[in-house]
């Protein structure tokens, strides 16, 4: 052929060895991205479920206190002492208030029923939202926000009360408050709600496609 130095021997190579290594090279990288896709599922999918498994304890958290408050189920709240017998959610926690900025307005905010009714409705509203995956964004500001108020209520950075008793406070700032905070925005920010949870069907509704802050 001109222009074309013969093989050694003088043979040239036999048609279609080139397209053959090309071809062979093709499927090689075809193969090594399937596998890479394997990989990345079983991944995902494990990612998918711990996010999941973290809200669902996250959301329990919230609607357990609900409900241990407002039966008085002998955890946190004695028997007897529930707030369908009378009792007020937020007078024992807030009453005791003695560190922090804001102590004197939260221990005047204890046992008033408007706090009670923000206080209760926030901690179902938080709970069953989270635990079934839906309004996450919402429940997760709703949440932060009482548990930045319970965070000023204990004021991690004291180590002594104003009567001088020690706080027992074991950390200056990261404590299970900021830990709840951090697992609610995890959990909104990743939209974990579609594993275990109703977060497809309820992303799926015209008004929450119109707005993303209902999802």
């Not at 709240?77 to 003695?98: C, H, K, N, Y």
């Not at 001088?164 to 074991?170: A, F």
Request: hydrophobic share 50%; no cysteine.
């Amino acid at each position: 052929m001109p222009g074309r130095e013969p093989a050694p021997g003088g043979r040239e190579p036999a048609p279609g060895r080139e397209p053959a290594r090309g071809q062979e090279s093709a499927r090689h990288t075809a193969t090594s991205a399937s596998d890479a896709s394997a990989h990345a599922v079983p991944t995902r999918t494990a990612g998918a479920r711990a996010l999941a498994a973290l809200r669902l304890l996250t959301g329990f958290i919230f609607l357990w206190a609900f409900l241990d408050k407002t039966f008085g189920l002998r955890y946190s709240t004695p028997a007897g002492q529930g707030w369908i017998d009378g009792g007020s959610p937020t007078e024992g926690f807030l009453s005791r208030v003695t560190v922090g900025p804001m102590q004197s307005i939260l221990r005047s905010w204890a046992g008033a029923w408007w706090a009670d009714w923000l206080f209760m409705l926030g901690l179902l509203f938080v709970g069953v939202a989270v635990m079934a995956g839906v309004a996450l964004r919402l429940a997760a500001v709703a949440g932060t926000l009482m548990l930045a108020l319970m965070w000023i209520a204990s004021w991690p950075p004291a180590i002594h009360r104003g009567d001088g008793t020690p706080t027992m406070s074991t950390n200056p700032f990261d404590n299970y408050h900021v830990i709840y905070a951090a697992a609610l925005i995890a959990v909104a920010a990743a939209g974990a709600g579609a594993t275990w949870g109703l977060g497809r069907p309820w992303a799926r509704l015209p008004i929450v496609r119109d707005h993303a802050w209902l999802r």
